[in-house]
């Protein structure tokens, strides 16, 4: 592998696309972008959107898509910073609204999030993700509205896995792991040929101490896609829990199920 | 392709940001702070340049240039290291100067940021600043740093440590204003107050001398000795030749040997000793400190 595979080059994104006879437009990265957000890379998403912008600045699915990027990879701050980049451009995007809307209330800004989420909707937000950043801001503030935004966005879901895996990547995030693995259940149910749902089911599964179930995830998960991101990490987390976890973990899946 | 000066790329959280954010912002939750409640916004950006100017290398920090504010780091541990190690000394002044000198460097790299980026805001025009104007912006910012921590040790001197200069050099002292810590025969530091007493003239200042009696000890004196408690020992210079007290109860003894320099002799030794008696018998409210046993491997007087 030659050492200068990583630097970006012209229009080059990635190993040996040089040789794709495909046409690199604002549409082929779109695609890529969200090839890669559906992955949970959620780094190369991040440069995928930018290479959206670069062919079309006025690009709003981008924009937002970049302050997603930015919530998904825990950098709120920047991501509000950007979210009010993007809002001088599209004042009025439902998903910009929501969007910033969780950035601030994962930042602790609870009254202005609720404020950006009250915003999206009044904007004709009624796409899932406008329901999902309602449900976290509720889910910040503690509200028990949160099951019912979660609802709405999984109604709107048409049985696409991806609601619920976002719906889930939320509750975990609220350290609600029984939530999001009976959310991620429900996106195992749609479509199990999916190497992020299994990762996320294990990552649930491992921090309610449920070793076993965590090792079948992770297991499917490599399976499907040995290369996704954190999963060697968290396969290594998993291989040094401790005793009392591992015992925890059987007593809970043998006697509670 | 369209426009390519645009900044498309958003700017990223470092390393450090990543770190100890979560635990800030799962703070604010819990304790329902806002961030416009609790700056308004027109002045946060001041507040950050004040809390900039007062935190060495925090500045570096906050512009994102690790390698460095790990070189401004080191530089300016080593000179507040080296200050501890050498205080009062000439040498732990140049220490001193080393860490101004980065503090301030570190203020002024910050500064110029700021500067323009508020140039940018306000839609002003970005001039390279003459010569001169940095050269004296440099100036009034060591002088303010230099105000600063003539404050700070102003503030701090006698409540947690200072140095003294004694005739055996240097000693470092720790704060300690009660009686109830103080021991027969320790070293104790203790204001002198300028008075006079018939034709004894006495300079204010500070003392440092031997514990000889504490509160309710009795204490005699008879010709070339003195015993506290009966415990007798060898009088003291200028010490009364006959006469007994007990020390009263806000008091200590502390016979001023070493402090005071009597510089003639015109007046009977009757009047200097009792002039003496009057430092001798140091009430709570004058007490200073006690030297530490040693600072930096350097053994004090004990």
Known sequence: MSRFNNLEFGDSLGDGQEQNPVLKDENYYLNEAHRFYEQGDFEQGLRAYSKVLEYNPENSVAWTAQVKMLIELGEFREAKVWADKALERFPHEPELLAAKGVALCRMGDLKTAMAFSDAAIEERGDTAYVWIARGDVQLARREKHADFCFNKAMERAGRSWFVPWLISRVYSHYLKFALALQTIQKALEWDAGQAVVWFQAGRCQQAMGLVGHAEYSYEQAAQLNPRLMALQEARRQLQETDFWTRWRGWWRSTFNS | ?302
Not at chain 2, 45 to 73: E, H, T, Y
Not at chain 2, 251 to 264: D, G
Request: net charge positive; hydrophobic share 45%.
């Open chain 2, 1 to 302: 392709m369209a426009s390519p000066s645009v900044e498309l790329y958003p700017p990223r959280a470092g390393f450090w940001r990543k770190m100890w954010r979560p635990v800030y912002y799962a703070f604010k939750r819990e304790v329902g702070w806002e961030t416009k409640d609790m700056v308004p916004p027109e002045i946060r950006g001041s507040l950050l340049l004040l809390i900039c100017f007062l935190i060495p290398v925090l500045p570096v920090f906050r512009m994102g240039l690790w390698r460095s504010a790990s070189v401004f780091s080191g530089g300016y541990i080593f000179c507040v290291t080296g200050f501890l190690c050498f205080i009062g000394e000439p040498v732990g002044t140049a220490f001193l100067m080393g860490a101004l000198m980065v503090h301030g460097m570190g203020f002024l790299l910050y500064f110029r940021e700021w500067n323009q980026k508020r140039l940018i805001q306000e839609k002003k025009p970005c001039e390279n600043v003459r010569l001169k104007s940095r050269l004296a912006a440099g100036l009034l910012v060591m002088v303010m740093l230099g105000i600063v921590y003539w404050l700070a040790f102003e503030g701090l001197q006698y409540r947690w440590f200072f140095p003294l200069r004694t005739a055996d050099g240097i000693q470092v002292i720790r704060a300690q204003k009660s009686l109830a810590r103080l021991r027969h025969g320790e070293w104790v530091v203790f204001k002198i107050h300028q008075s006079r007493f018939a034709q004894v003239q006495i300079h204010g200042g500070l003392g440092m001398d031997r514990v000889l009696a504490l509160p309710g000890d009795r204490v005699e004196f008879h010709g070339d000795v003195f015993a506290v408690n009966g415990n007798a020992s060898p009088a003291l210079t200028d010490m009364p030749r006959e006469g007994r007290l007990i020390v009263p109860p806000d008091r200590c003894l502390v016979w001023p040997e070493q402090s005071l320099r009597i510089r003639n002799r015109f007046v009977g030794e009757q009047v200097i000793g009792i002039a003496l008696m009057e430092i001798a018998l140091v009430p709570e409210s004058r007490l200073i400190g006690v030297p530490y046993p040693t600072w930096f491997g350097r053994v004090q007087k004990q």
